[in-house]
């Protein structure tokens, strides 16, 4: 009986899904992972907690992604100073570079149009 039970487990487990070989060489983080992981490396750098990520995107050398944060906080919110970062990370998640690219009280819609116009 021990044997037939050994068996059909192992039929079982060759069968089952949970068992099924997972493809470990690919250690790239998933987009939600570098979006997170991404946050946390800006705020350990510059002290300033990220506040939302308006742009992400895929490159040929990793990751580029546009980070909201809060540079200066004023009464009223509105008037608080806000900065966007331009955040480069490797294709493992890892923060290779930022800049500030922009800076504008929380309370102001962009200046230009689109269109260039």
Do not use: I
Not at 2 to 14: A, F, G, L
Not at 68 to 74: M, N, Q
């Amino acid at each position: 009986m021990t044997n037939t039970k050994n068996t059909s487990d192992s039929q079982n487990s060759r069968n089952s899904p949970k068992n099924q070989e997972v493809d470990t060489a690919d250690p790239r983080p998933s987009p939600m992972e570098v979006l997170r992981h991404a946050r946390t490396q800006l705020a350990e750098l510059t002290g300033m907690a990220a506040e939302s990520v308006s742009s992400f995107e895929q490159t040929e050398d990793g990751w580029s992604l546009e980070v909201e944060v809060l540079e200066l906080a004023r009464v009223p919110d509105t008037m608080s100073l806000m900065a966007s970062y331009q955040v480069d990370l490797d294709p493992e998640g890892q923060l290779t570079g930022y800049r500030r690219v922009r800076r504008y009280e929380r309370g102001r819609a962009d200046s230009h149009r689109p269109g260039g116009r």
